[in-house]
């Protein structure tokens, strides 16, 4: 079978996260988004787990599921439908800050968990080094490789994942703490890693340019800090809907079907730059200004492209003979927010989404599957030209830099204006 999962998300016991991540709502928006599994986040946290252990129940091995009256409740099961309801791994996202080789390294990890004893050994073990009470993301004063080394004691079938491996501040191959190899972070334990999570700002061909990356399955998930967030990036499994299933498609390649991604340019570290003066920078430009900002003359932030082309052995449009498909695509809420000319988070966008997905089904499905000609007729000629442009990748990038996200455009404002003059833009009157 093929579904999507969602593996790195957080809960409200993280720091920066809405309210409402808790499992009622993660499950209905990954409903909504067309998700088959998603991760719970935050495992380590005392009062989540609680949650955890009270709400959902045992599913498919390795898997949960919200309690039936919670699913009929939330609406997270259509028609009561047990196939679509959403499925939950045990994971968590651990932040490591230590000093390795005179410098001060920080980094984050994707941990996947099999079953609740396996969690208890984790937090036990953890519990000894950190505080996991004060956030749902802890932070340790632990080595990478000592982390991984705890994790398989915890379950042989455990899984660690380097998380969003550019982010320049905190990921194994940061420019600002981090490493220049996976294998110099986890060294001897190096051979347990099957797969890397490659981020926002960066897609699958700007992996490929490293030739010691080939070894590991990339994945994309979306960090999500809010519900609404889930699914802008994630994998694609062919096999069946187990956790092991999943951890044997990743290890051998076997039943996995690669990544939905962001454009990279999106992403808010792909380019250099300095926020505060609003400065932009290709790697080029970088380089001739020996690391300083064109403004103030302070050090920029490195970007994730920066940093690609710093490590690369392989030339831009290289890579290995074998590669995992991938999609890059815009969430659905800034598409329509292009169309009608309002913001991504308005009453008018969620109104306009809600309408689409009852009409032709989950996001994920309407924005790479759906047939544009049903588009067309349920909602505008516009929508489905929108669509059509995404997936050739006919799209405008103004990259992101320094924290600050990009923005991928569809059409030009002339192009919207003209079709605003010429009457409704969809088909149906919100």
């Known amino acids: 079978m093929r579904f999507y999962a969602d593996l790195h998300v957080h809960s409200k016991y993280s720091r920066a996260t809405s309210r409402d991540c808790d499992l009622e709502h993660l499950a209905l928006w990954a409903r909504r988004k067309g998700l088959a599994v998603v991760g719970t986040g935050d495992i380590t946290h005392p009062v989540w787990r609680q949650e955890i252990t009270d709400q959902l129940v045992p599913a498919e091995p390795g898997l949960w599921r919200l309690r039936p009256e919670l699913e009929v409740a939330t609406g997270a099961t259509p028609d009561g439908a047990d196939a679509a309801s959403t499925r939950f791994m ?96 986890y060294r001897d334990l190096t051979g347990h890693i099957v797969a890397v999570e490659t981020g926002l700002s960066s897609d699958p061909p700007m992996n490929w340019r490293l030739s010691a990356l080939d070894r590991y399955r990339l994945v994309s998930n979306s960090d999500a800090h809010s519900p609404p967030k889930l699914g802008r990036e994630c994998c694609v499994f062919e096999c069946e809907r187990d956790y092991f299933a999943l951890r044997r498609a990743l290890a051998s390649g076997v039943g996995y079907g690669g990544t939905i991604e962001f454009f990279p340019e999106q992403g808010k570290y792909h380019l250099d730059g300095h926020r505060a003066c609003n400065a932009r920078l290709e790697p080029a430009a970088t380089r001739q200004l020996d690391g300083r900002c064109p403004v103030c003359g302070k050090p920029v932030t490195v970007g994730v492209l920066h940093r690609v082309e710093l490590l690369a052995d392989r030339p831009d449009g290289a890579g290995p003979s074998r590669r995992a498909p991938f999609r890059s695509l815009i969430p659905l809420s800034e598409v329509l927010a292009e169309i009608a000319g309002v913001g991504a988070g308005s009453v008018r966008v969620e109104q306009l989404y809600q309408r689409l997905i009852a009409r032709l089904g989950p996001e994920l499905h309407l924005l790479e599957r759906a047939d544009l000609d049903e588009v067309q007729r349920a909602a505008s000629p516009l929508l489905a030209e929108a669509l059509r442009r995404m997936r050739r990748g006919q799209v405008t990038r103004e990259a992101g830099y320094d924290g600050e996200y990009g923005v991928i455009r569809l059409f030009q404002p002339a192009e919207l204006a003209a079709e605003r003059k010429g009457g409704p833009l969809f088909a149906w009157n919100v």
């Not at 800050?97 to 984050?108: D, E, L, N, P, Q």
């Not at 968990?113 to 802890?138: C, E, S």
């Not at 915890?154 to 899984?159: E, L, N, T």
């Open 90 to 185: 045990l994971t968590v996202e651990i932040s490591t800050i230590y000093k390795f080789g005179a410098r001060t390294r920080k980094v984050h990890h994707l941990i996947c968990l099999p079953d609740l004893t396996a969690v208890q050994r984790l937090v036990d073990a953890l519990g000894r080094i950190g505080n996991l009470n004060a956030d749902g993301r802890p932070i340790l004063g632990l080595d990478s490789r000592d982390l991984l080394e705890i994790v398989l004691t915890s379950s042989p079938d455990a899984m660690l994942i380097p998380a969003h491996i550019w982010t320049p501040w905190f990921s194994v191959l940061g420019s600002k703490s981090g490493f220049d190899s996976i294998a110099e972070c």
